[in-house]
Protein backbone atom coordinates (compact mmCIF):
# COMPACT_ATOMS: atom_id res chain seq x y z
CA UNK A 1 0.00 0.00 0.00
CA UNK A 2 2.84 2.45 0.97
CA UNK A 3 6.47 2.42 -0.52
CA UNK A 4 9.30 4.03 1.35
CA UNK A 5 12.32 5.23 -1.22
CA UNK A 6 15.47 6.29 0.42
CA UNK A 7 17.82 8.38 -1.26
CA UNK A 8 21.34 10.69 -0.21
CA UNK A 9 23.63 7.51 1.23
CA UNK A 10 27.32 7.65 0.13
CA UNK A 11 30.90 8.46 1.59
CA UNK A 12 31.56 11.91 3.24
CA UNK A 13 34.40 13.14 5.03
CA UNK A 14 34.59 13.99 8.68
CA UNK A 15 33.34 17.08 9.56
CA UNK A 16 31.09 17.45 5.80
CA UNK A 17 27.53 17.51 5.40
CA UNK A 18 24.74 14.64 3.73
CA UNK A 19 21.06 14.83 3.04
CA UNK A 20 18.79 11.88 3.26
CA UNK A 21 15.81 11.64 1.29
CA UNK A 22 12.80 9.29 2.09
CA UNK A 23 9.82 9.57 -0.04
CA UNK A 24 6.28 8.11 0.87
CA UNK A 25 4.58 7.05 -2.21
CA UNK A 26 0.68 4.93 -2.01
CA UNK A 27 -2.63 5.89 -0.46
CA UNK A 28 -1.72 8.26 1.77
CA UNK A 29 -3.74 10.57 3.61
CA UNK A 30 -1.36 12.66 5.59
CA UNK A 31 1.89 11.85 7.82
CA UNK A 32 1.15 10.20 11.11
CA UNK A 33 5.24 9.96 12.18
CA UNK A 34 8.27 9.64 10.04
CA UNK A 35 11.68 8.67 11.35
CA UNK A 36 15.28 7.77 10.56
CA UNK A 37 16.81 4.56 12.54
CA UNK A 38 20.47 3.68 11.76
CA UNK A 39 22.01 0.51 12.19
CA UNK A 40 25.90 -0.51 13.46
CA UNK A 41 27.22 -3.82 12.36
CA UNK A 42 26.49 -6.50 14.57
CA UNK A 43 23.86 -3.92 16.48
CA UNK A 44 20.16 -3.44 16.75
CA UNK A 45 18.49 -0.49 14.63
CA UNK A 46 18.43 2.79 16.98
CA UNK A 47 16.59 5.76 16.63
CA UNK A 48 18.38 8.83 15.32
CA UNK A 49 15.32 11.19 14.74
CA UNK A 50 11.39 11.47 14.70
CA UNK A 51 8.98 13.52 13.65
CA UNK A 52 5.37 13.78 13.50
CA UNK A 53 2.70 15.02 11.30
CA UNK A 54 2.85 18.41 13.16
CA UNK A 55 6.38 19.06 12.97
CA UNK A 56 6.94 17.33 16.86
CA UNK A 57 10.80 16.59 16.61
CA UNK A 58 13.02 13.94 18.72
CA UNK A 59 16.79 13.39 18.25
CA UNK A 60 19.07 10.79 20.10
CA UNK A 61 21.64 12.96 22.11
CA UNK A 62 24.24 11.85 19.82
CA UNK A 63 23.32 13.71 16.94
CA UNK A 64 21.54 16.81 18.76
CA UNK A 65 22.87 20.22 17.34
CA UNK A 66 24.59 18.15 14.26
CA UNK A 67 21.30 16.65 12.37
CA UNK A 68 17.68 17.76 11.49
CA UNK A 69 14.49 16.49 10.34
CA UNK A 70 12.43 17.74 8.57
CA UNK A 71 9.17 16.66 6.16
CA UNK A 72 7.60 17.72 2.97
CA UNK A 73 3.88 17.43 4.09
CA UNK A 74 2.52 17.92 0.77
CA UNK A 75 5.44 15.26 -0.71
CA UNK A 76 4.82 12.93 2.02
CA UNK A 77 8.96 13.27 1.82
CA UNK A 78 11.05 13.11 5.21
CA UNK A 79 14.96 14.34 5.29
CA UNK A 80 17.83 13.79 7.41
CA UNK A 81 20.31 17.14 7.50
CA UNK A 82 23.75 15.68 9.16
CA UNK A 83 26.02 17.83 9.46
CA UNK A 84 29.39 18.12 11.24
CA UNK A 85 29.89 14.48 10.27
CA UNK A 86 31.84 11.69 12.15
CA UNK A 87 33.31 8.49 11.66
CA UNK A 88 31.15 6.79 13.98
CA UNK A 89 27.85 8.35 12.34
CA UNK A 90 28.95 5.73 9.74
CA UNK A 91 25.96 2.85 9.16
CA UNK A 92 23.08 2.02 6.98
CA UNK A 93 20.49 4.51 7.80
CA UNK A 94 16.92 3.48 7.53
CA UNK A 95 13.11 5.49 6.70
CA UNK A 96 10.52 4.55 8.81
CA UNK A 97 7.12 5.92 8.87
CA UNK A 98 3.30 5.79 9.94
CA UNK A 99 0.90 7.15 7.26
CA UNK A 100 -2.78 7.93 7.61
CA UNK A 101 -4.49 6.30 4.87
CA UNK A 102 -8.19 7.15 5.58
CA UNK A 103 -11.18 5.26 7.02
CA UNK A 104 -9.24 4.60 10.24
CA UNK A 105 -6.61 3.01 8.74
CA UNK A 106 -2.65 3.26 9.10
CA UNK A 107 -0.03 1.58 7.50
CA UNK A 108 3.84 1.39 9.29
CA UNK A 109 7.01 0.42 7.74
CA UNK A 110 10.55 0.81 6.98
CA UNK A 111 12.23 2.12 3.67
CA UNK A 112 15.13 -0.25 2.16
CA UNK A 113 18.42 1.30 3.95
CA UNK A 114 21.18 3.67 2.51
CA UNK A 115 24.27 3.27 3.70
CA UNK A 116 26.49 6.14 4.98
CA UNK A 117 30.30 5.95 5.41
CA UNK A 118 32.00 8.78 7.48
CA UNK A 119 36.15 8.50 6.25
CA UNK A 120 38.25 9.96 9.15
Known amino acids: QVQLVESGGGLVQAGGSLRLSCAAS????????MGWWRQFPGKQRELVAE???????TYDDSVKGRFTISTDNAENTAYLQMSSLKPEDTAVYYC????????????WGWGQGTQVTVSS
Open 51 to 57: ITGAGTT
Open 26 to 33: GSIISIKT
Open 96 to 107: NGEFFLGAGSTW
